[in-house]
């Protein structure tokens, strides 16, 4: 938590300064009270801050020539007067040993040539009058006065930008800490206990290596070596960056950008830094995500390409004699070759669409059964080391959705289940109904996920790391595709599986 520093205290410490002021002012110029005013710019007036010998209810008959009169005597020549004369028609004040005050002597308090307040003293009307003499000694304790206001006003002012600083620390998304020059956190915002998990009283006082072990990309420890309050480097380098990852609680971790911002003492030693902690996590995978999407086009993009240009050198050369056997088949597989980057292109296509939103969908009545019939058909056709089997019960309702994009993800499960059985197998495609939603779900026989991989299959490039089919066409796109159109029917989509013990797909649909 921050603390907010209390105006109140720093006005209660003013007024006391103010208060001993006016105090030695009043018995050193022989007065029986005395009042010190401060200028509020908010009120745009002159307030009480300190007095002596006249209490609250009887400065109420000075407040109205506070507002002008007061003020216009203090910076007058004539610094002295009486109070009758300023104001005929205000009562005269009560001190506390019950005279009635009516001498005064007034002057400004100055800070830099600025007004900030006024000072004036009391003398009853039986006493001696104020002389030439009094002014230099009353400007002296208005020269104090002045300091004490300047300095307390100071002091809110430094208060005010260090709650400031404070809550925008506090506020950051980004974690902060600060170090001394032994290394021991000494302070951390709320942001840098949520990215490691554990509170402040539990951090403070450790050891920043011991709070963050952090390590990098290769898994080395960097504090030891790359800790720029250990290793100051070059000069008085004021701010220094380090990346790596974060060990936090419960054995997960966090890739971080780690900025130093270091202070120096006049010798060149680190006396302490404050540190800011960015979780690059997201955009270390976006990058990873981004390389991947590359390579994978490039390699998607490369074969297709090769055999097009190859056959077409082939036969633009001047000196070949083509038959018209070689010259179809050659014409044929450029065909084939151009429909395939045609499809790639394609479904780079359809799958921004459908983050974007931009898909239409043409939802009618569909049987899921006879949906799945049309996708076991179509792959039938593609393989000959699988078999297929079918098992929806009877009657089986239909459900309101895109026929196309049903086709599609039905497609999408049963390739993906071709590709990830090598060896063959049976792949069963199982309709179920239950609680008013249809399910369908695609089973095979291959080589299976391990249950972290299981958790981010759906996502956007991401493919299956089984070394035995890392080599198998695809750009990770395919599953992508059926969650989100799933998720635009009102379903979801689930997997089930174990390495070596196959896979099983399931979409959910409301009946």
Request: with cysteine.
């Amino acid at each position: 938590m921050l603390e907010n520093p209390s105006n109140s205290i720093g006005q209660s410490d003013l007024e006391s300064a103010l208060q001993r002021v006016i105090r030695n002012a009043a018995r050193a110029l022989g007065g029986s009270a005395g009042v010190v005013a401060t200028w509020d710019e908010i009120s745009h007036s002159y307030t009480v801050s300190g007095s002596f010998g006249v209490d609250r209810s009887q400065l109420e008959f000075l407040d109205p020539l506070l507002s002008e009169a007061i003020p216009d005597l203090a910076e007058s020549n004539q610094q002295f007067d009486v109070i009758s004369s300023l104001g005929p028609e205000s009562p005269l004040p009560v001190s506390d040993d019950g005279e009635r005050q009516d001498q005064i002597l007034a002057l400004p308090l100055r800070s830099e040539g600025v007004t900030t307040g006024l000072i004036y003293i009391l003398r009853p009307a039986s006493a001696a009058p104020f002389s030439r003499l009094d002014p230099p000694v009353l400007d002296a304790f208005a020269n104090q006065a002045a300091i004490a206001v300047q300095n307390a006003r100071l002091a809110h002012s430094l208060a005010q930008e260090k709650l400031r600083l404070e809550s925008m620390v506090e506020g950051s998304v980004d974690g902060i800490y600060t170090v001394d020059s032994q290394r021991r956190v000494i302070g951390l915002n709320s942001a840098m206990e949520t990215l490691l998990g554990r509170s402040r009283d539990e951090l403070i006082g450790q050891r920043c290596s011991q709070m963050l072990g952090l390590r990098d990309w290769e898994g080395n420890a960097v504090c030891p070596t790359s800790c720029p309050l250990l290793n100051p480097g070059s000069g008085h380098k004021t701010s220094v960056e380090l990346q790596g990852r974060l060990q936090i609680v419960n054995g997960q971790s966090k890739d971080v950008s780690m900025v130093y911002s270091l202070v120096h003492t006049p010798d060149g030693q680190v006396s302490n830094a404050v540190v800011t902690v960015r979780d690059i996590t997201s955009m270390r995978e976006m990058e990873h995500l981004r390389s991947v999407f590359l390579s994978m086009l490039g390699h998607e993009l490369q074969t297709p390409l090769s055999i097009i240009k190859g056959y077409a050198n082939t036969l633009a050369r001047t000196d070949g004699h083509w038959d018209e056997e070689t010259l179809r088949k050659s014409v044929g597989i450029i065909e084939e070759e151009s429909d395939r980057l045609s499809q790639i292109m394609s479904r780079l296509i359809f799958a921004s669409r459908l983050e974007g939103g931009e898909m239409p969908f043409r939802k009618e009545q569909v049987d899921l059964a006879s949906a799945a019939l049309r996708g076991v058909h179509r792959s039938e056709a593609l393989t000959n080391i699988h078999h297929f089997k079918v098992e929806f019960p009877d009657n089986c309702p239909t459900v309101i959705a895109d026929p196309a994009m049903i086709d599609e993800v039905i497609i999408n499960l049963l390739d993906n289940a071709v590709k990830y059985s090598p060896e063959g197998g049976v792949i069963t495609i199982t309709g179920s109904v239950h609680d008013g939603h249809i399910s369908l779900t695609v089973a095979d026989q291959g080589v299976g996920l391990p249950k972290w991989e299981g958790l981010r299959i759906f996502e956007r490039f991401r493919r299956g790391e089984n070394p035995t089919v890392q080599k198998s066409r695809g750009m990770g796109l395919g599953l992508y595709i059926c969650n989100s159109i799933i998720a635009a029917h009102g379903g979801r989509i689930e997997v089930d599986s174990e390495v070596g013990e196959g896979s099983r797909f399931t979409f959910i649909l409301p009946v």
